[in-house]
């Protein structure tokens, strides 16, 4: 048995025809090519698979397809191609905060969620809201550190265009 | 001759000791990252595993039939199909004497030796339509005694681990010196421990990942595996599946982490192949987070039991230390699970000046996951004791952990030095590094405000642990042993047509930065910048035969490598444009793009112009001149047999006494990796390295129940450490180059992991000392501090 769904994906009108029990990963991933949404644990532990369902971060593993539909879905890919997060990933590559790259897009994604509700995070703020997100290669520490001097730049920015 | 050009590095390598960034970071940061669990074939299937549900049983049938008639299924193979497909493979080396392990094949052929132990293999259009018919495969096993606990395995009539064993020792070694006995015999005080050391995973975010695709009509078989070491599985696929060598390509794309987990050969990745094989079609296998925490090598459990002894003056005289370690029913295959056990017993009181030792090491099969090296492989267990043992010593005669450090540390002048255990240490640093690491911490201060604290019921602690870390393994690592595994690396490096240069190198990436450093190094040689030379790595059809990557064996021996064949091309560079140029090879040099003048600078004409030249009007050049603008350069290490590092670690810690909770505050590290390429590059491989040894210090722990079933294997059970309870973590540098090769690198990347565990332990135990309670197990769970505090 499949359903059809219809959803905006990055911005781009999605038809498609699924399994009731396909994720929103597995969609994303295998019928969409969207490889940038990673899966490390399948049960919305690791947050490898964070996308943007109607602009709220979700573990694309958690969410059906089905559920899905008639929404709006974000992924890094889109988030990249529109330069939502430009200034966030000049800010991972230049801290270096990133090694495998397996984490990365979770981490982006979470964390462009992060500075749309709370602009400028302390640095435990930071720590907090990568609490679900699991990297086995940086430590932490440079991701935290990208993420404020983000949030610092975009302050700043703001500050001398008021 | 240029190419043999022995001048060190110096102001005239000017990327060499930058913080280059990484330039592949910018398509991991878009989402374009490719990974093996990325890629899909035309005509891929995917596989599925049946596994034993026991630890140990005897199988009475395997029926596949309603499996077989499930929908989107194409084939199901059990033993009896797969199996003589493969040559079976047998984890011992010939270099550890006496060592016993059974051989092993793709799947379960009688006895199942583990919970998740491979039974059946099934071949579908989905993954989803392979687990649903796993679910269909009715499997018949007689359940065994299993054995579990290592100690209890060791009893004569214990049942074996697995069939054909004689016992559940695996191997088996002692080192001693001469006088160990009459320095404990002689010692004024005496102290000692029994430690208990957890098991734990490597749990990379992208699990163990493999697509094998055999194409019947050109016999070519190409496997994306998700390795760091292409080059080892080439030559397994080839041997065990009776393959030409030329028809085995292995590409290793971005691969999401490895640690060493991803270096040993697994029952699903070789079945895969087999699977590919035998259908003629690409086959990929994903392991699922349940699966690699029952399929995956684990790492450590041990139970050491260790004593020191001290002269009055708290002079370390000698240790003696009992090793059993428990490796599940094989030993890995094709480095062992020995090498393990074998550095614990080795590296024991390393950093010290102690002249007497004695080390007991017991291998012990047991019905669970297999164990073998994972990230600073024994180092965090032959620290973890060494300096718990020296902060006691400490204690007992009234001394700073600092000053205790500082009296029984090799002195920096003292080299070179062999150690007790036999290990020849070139050039190290403890003495700079202890100094260095007391400023950097402002030790005193911090004493100070712990005393403060303790008045008000505030428990915090502080823990120091030196260490020497083993890199860059010489040419007789594991080839001694039998192991056809390399210990050289290959580069071949060129000068394209429009005067950029291309790299490609054995050595592997998996996001450490090697791509970035072998760039840098090769740009110092012929003057251009790192940007411009593309480096390409983990592909058996596209570069060299080498090791890749281990051991921390990538900046120093793949790094010597790219240096030697960019100065093996530079000398045919200048060769060339001195006949272009008519002038002496001898008076040019490379930079900035051109060849220029080597006494003053001038720039006598762009690479992109020698580029030209060569390869679209070598008519123009003069008789007899060689137009090769490609170099290869092989790199064998030489010397001493390691590139031994060395550093020291300080955590800082919180004890919630009500709780057992152990706040992580801070943690510092003072390191020495010989000649630094990258210090971006560097002190993020120490950080990612310190948490990795925090985690199985505190928290990471492979639970099992007493029939040998894991009872945590997910992520939500099994606890990794996650951002909000690690420390920031604060880095100094002391930079003692080897003078075993001409760049001067060792490695870094396990230095982080090999203490850090340590200085943890040690920082509890000084939080929860004054309250007369000691903590000798890892992790520390908030049950076992409570239990060591008397609390429960």
């Known amino acids: 048995m499949t359903m059809d769904i219809e959803l905006t994906v990055n911005g781009e009108q ?4 699924v399994e009731p029990r396909m994720s929103l990963a597995d969609f994303l991933r295998e019928r969409l090519q969207l490889t940038g949404t990673h899966l490390g644990c399948e049960m919305g532990a690791c947050g490898a698979c964070l996308v943007l369902l109607g602009g709220k971060p979700v573990h694309a593993c958690l969410v059906l397809a089905v559920q899905a539909s008639g929404e709006t879905v974000e992924t890094v890919e889109g988030l990249s191609e529109r330069g939502a997060i430009a200034d966030l990933q000049a800010a991972f590559h230049d801290r270096n905060a990133l090694q495998c790259g397996f984490c990365t897009t979770g981490m982006v994604v979470n964390a462009h969620a992060l500075l749309g509700e709370t602009p400028v995070p302390a640095r435990d703020e930071i720590r907090d809201a990568l609490s679900g997100n699991y990297c086995r290669c940086t430590g932490y520490e440079a991701i935290v550190d990208a993420i404020a001097e983000t949030a610092r ?6 500050e001398a265009s008021a | 001759m240029r190419s043999s050009d022995t001048r060190t590095i110096s ?26 669990t990325d890629i899909a074939l035309p005509r891929m299937l995917h596989a599925a595993f049946v596994r034993s549900p026991m630890a140990r049983g005897r199988i009475v049938e395997i029926d596949t039939s309603d499996a077989a008639q499930s929908p989107g299924v194409v084939r199901v193979f059990t033993a009896r199909d797969l199996n003589p497909l493969c040559q079976p493979w047998t984890g011992t080396l010939d270099h550890f004497a006496s060592m016993v392990s059974a051989p092993q094949n793709l799947l379960a052929e009688d006895e199942v030796l583990w919970a998740g132990h491979p039974v059946a293999m099934i071949l579908a259009r989905t993954r989803a339509e392979a687990e649903d018919a796993c679910e269909l495969v009715m499997l018949d096993i007689e359940e065994g005694e299993a054995c579990v606990d290592g100690h209890a395995a060791l009893a004569e009539d214990a049942v074996r681990a697995a069939p054909g064993l004689d016992s559940n020792l695996c191997f088996q070694t002692v080192l001693e010196t001469k006088a160990v006995d009459d320095a404990f015999a002689c010692a004024a005080h005496v102290v000692e421990g029994d430690f208990v050391f957890g098991r734990h995973t490597a749990v990379t975010l992208e699990p163990r990942a493999v697509v094998a695709d055999f194409d019947a009509a050109s016999g070519q078989l190409t496997v994306h595996h998700g390795t760091q070491t292409p080059y080892q599985f080439q030559d397994i696929y080839a041997r065990h599946f009776a393959l030409p060598e030329s028809r085995v390509r292995v590409i290793a794309p971005d691969v999401g982490g490895s640690f060493g987990m991803k270096l040993h050969l697994y029952n699903e990745e070789m079945a895969t192949v087999a699977a590919s094989l035998q259908l003629g079609r690409p086959v990929k296998f994903v392991a699922d987070r349940l699966e690699s ?78 164990t073998s090296q994972y990230r600073a492989v024994g180092h965090p267990i032959a620290c973890a004791v060494t300096e718990a043992l020296v902060d006691k010593a400490a204690v007992k005669l009234g001394l700073d952990p600092i000053e205790m450090r500082a009296r029984n540390l090799v002195p920096d002048d003292a080299y070179p030095f062999v150690s007790a255990t036999g290990y020849s240490f070139e050039k190290l640093s403890h003495e700079a590094c202890l100094s260095k690491l007391r400023d950097l911490m402002d030790y005193d201060a911090l004493r100070a405000e712990q005393a403060e604290l303790r008045q008000k019921g505030v428990y915090r602690g502080i823990g120091i642990a030196p260490f020497v870390e083993i890199t860059n393994p010489g040419a007789a690592f594991y080839g001694v042993g039998g192991a056809r595994i390399s210990a050289q690396d ?12 291309q790299c490609a190198i054995s050595v592997t990436e998996q996001g450490q930065g090697t791509e970035t450093v072998i760039s840098q190094i090769v740009a110092d040689q012929l003057g251009v910048s790192p940007e411009q030379v593309k480096v390409t790595t983990g592909d058996t059809d596209t570069t060299p035969s080498g090791g890749a990557t281990w051991a921390c064996r990538g900046a120093g021996i793949g790094g010597e490598t790219a240096l030697r064949a960019g100065r093996k091309l530079q000398g045919q560079i200048l060769a060339l444009a001195g006949q272009i140029l008519q002038s002496d090879p001898a008076d040019l040099a490379l930079a900035e793009g051109h060849v220029v003048d080597a006494n003053s600078g001038t720039r006598r004409m762009p690479l992109a112009e020698i580029g030209r030249i060569a390869t679209y009007r070598p008519d123009t050049l ?25 550093g020291i670690q300080a955590s800082l810690v919180e004890v919630d006494v009500e709780t057992g909770i152990v706040r992580l505050l801070k943690h510092w590290v003072v390191e020495d990796c010989g000649r630094i390429i990258n210090p971006l590059l560097v002190d993020e491989q120490i950080r990612g390295g310190v948490v990795q040894g925090l985690g199985p210090a505190l928290f990471e722990e492979c639970l099992y129940d007493e029939t040998g079933q894991m009872t945590n294997a997910s992520l939500a059970d099994y606890l990794v450490p996650m951002a909000c309870e690690m420390p920031d973590i604060v880095i100094g540098h002391v930079e003692t180059p080897t003078n075993d090769t001409i760049l001067g690198a060792k490695g870094v990347g396990e230095a982080g992991t090999a203490a ?14 004054p309250l007369g309670a000691q903590i000798h197990q890892t992790p520390m769970t908030p049950l076992r501090v409570l239990k060591a505090l008397g609390h429960v």
């Open chain 2, 293 to 370: 925490f029952v399929s995956d090598i684990h790492a450590r459990d041990h139970k050491v039991s260790a004593r020191m002894a001290l002269d009055a003056e708290g002079t370390i005289l000698a240790m003696d230390v009992d090793d059993m370690t428990q490796i599940g029913a094989f030993s890995t295959y094709p480095r062992t699970s020995v090498a393990e056990g074998n550095q614990v017993v080795r590296l024991m009181g390393a950093p010290y000046k102690m002249p007497d030792y004695r080390g007991r090491l017991s291998v012990v099969f047991q019905n669970k996951v297999q």
């Open chain 1, 153 to 158: 730049k975009r302050a700043s920015d703001a």
């Open chain 2, 490 to 501: 290959g580069a071949v490096v060129r000068l394209t047509p429009s005067g950029e240069v």
């Open chain 2, 756 to 769: 850090a565990g340590a200085a943890a332990l040690n920082a509890v135990n000084d939080a929860i000392g």
């Open chain 2, 622 to 646: 003069p008789e007899g001149a060689d137009n090769s603008l490609t170099a290869a350069q092989h790199f064998a290490p030489s010397g001493y047999p390691f590139d031994f590092t060395n």
């Open chain 2, 11 to 36: 102001a005239r390598d000017p990327h060499i000791g930058q913080a280059h960034r990484r330039e592949t970071a910018r398509r991991h940061l878009a989402g374009r990252g490719r990974f093996v």
């Open chain 1, 14 to 17: 999605v038809r498609e025809s």
